[in-house]
């Protein structure tokens, strides 16, 4: 009777943790990220990283086989190992619930699905694709929905910098157990380190000349509500679950 009481006062203390400065800073970010996109210094930075001859470190054997394949692969490697974590936690997520470990690895499938299924729409095409660079396609922005480009499409957003910015899943469990926590302080860590590896992998495909800075910013952002959309469902759903099984137990 103890433990359920106690499940349950946790329960409501997440669901009544103070993340309102991440709400805050989501919208923060989208205001930024649109004033980006009305700036047009898309085009402007490709246009300094490439020419007509398309862009020299397209190539480049650390950009492609290091930052690009070997980082995806490795991106893999932790997302399944992110499923055996679940049932089999060991280190930090033995201090997670394994409803929480469930809640993270949801959230790294949804994030990559969310990418996935807007790339998959997308008719932006992708730098290198230009005829400023030596392709077929004209610079249209991705807000001009519908309008194709005469390239290939399916470029927006940044499916790369996704491989690592999906992993944002694995934080807010922790963010939201307070400051004081050993786990709040893991979260942010974890936070730091994601965003970076974000920017870099998404920042390798920009100098490869394959995504825009905006493809990376916007899947960054994308990925960040896709998981706190999650975790809004499964704090509700674990409350929930506490509630029904607290009224059982007092019957």
Known sequence: MATMKNQALLISSIATAPLHPWRVATLLVLGCLVAWDASGLDLRVMLGLGNAAGFPLREQWWLETVFHTAARQVALVIFMGLWVLVWRPVGVFRHYQRIERLEMVVGVTLALLAISGLKRFSLT????????????????????????????????????????????????????????SAQHRMAMRTLAGVVLAGLILGGVQTLRGAHYPSHTLWAGWICWVAVSLNHALFVFARGKRAALVERRSAI
């Not at 095409?125 to 290939?152: E, M, N, R």
């Open 125 to 180: 095409s992708c730098p290198w694709d230009l005829q400023s660079f030596g392709g077929l396609a004209t610079y249209v922005s991705h807000w001009q929905w519908g309008v194709k480009d005469g390239g290939s499409g399916g470029c927006f957003p940044g499916g790369h910098a996704s491989s690592a910015f999906a992993f944002v899943a694995l934080v807010l469990p922790g963010l939201s157990r307070g400051s004081g």
